[in-house]
């Protein structure tokens, strides 16, 4: 459910943290972290917190997109997945996709699609259906041939499974936009679609 000031009120009470307060100590933690556990669990909570449009504007305050980024820069397969699913969740807004583009997330994120890790690739998924939409050049550099042959690679892989498929229209928009092999790339934007997008 998606937060409001009221309701924000409402959760916090007379002597809770504020949601600000909360998600700097987040970062804080994050940063001051020395094992690579807690920083998986930090950036999984703060993934969590970047699906509700109430903290899209703290998120861009405190950096948090650009520590995203810089996760999927890890050799640690949990710290990318983690920081991948936080994009996802955050692109639907274009102030958070400008802010991801200005950090140069695309090729970071581009390069997601070729992880071990399923979620990452579904993650990666939605991130760049969302993106497409935010200008002509972030489009052109997602739509270019090598990133339609990643996503088709990944639609004919055997692990590829439709269950919990939710909504074609998610993929024939993205199939039509990319006006490449629609039937395999449909296949992997729908599992991406359902995956990571609800």
Known sequence: MFTNNQRQEERTGKHGTPRLQYLQELVSQFQNATDEETKERIVANLANFAYDPYNYTILRQLNVLELFVDCITEPNEKLVE????????????????????????????????????????????????????????????????????????????????????KDDDFAKSFCIAMGQNANATMNVLRIGKALCCG
């Open 82 to 165: 983690f920081g991948i699913g936080g994009i996802c969740n955050a692109c639907a807004e274009p102030k958070n996709v400008a802010t991801i583009v200005e950090a140069d997330g695309i090729p970071l994120i581009i390069k997601s699609l070729s992880s071990p890790v399923r979620n990452t690739v579904n993650y990666a998924l939605g991130a760049l259906y969302y993106m497409c939409d935010y200008n002509r050049a972030t489009r052109e550099e997602i739509l270019r041939p090598e990133v339609v042959d990643l996503i088709e690679r990944y639609a004919a892989a055997e692990s590829v499974s439709l269950e919990n498929t």
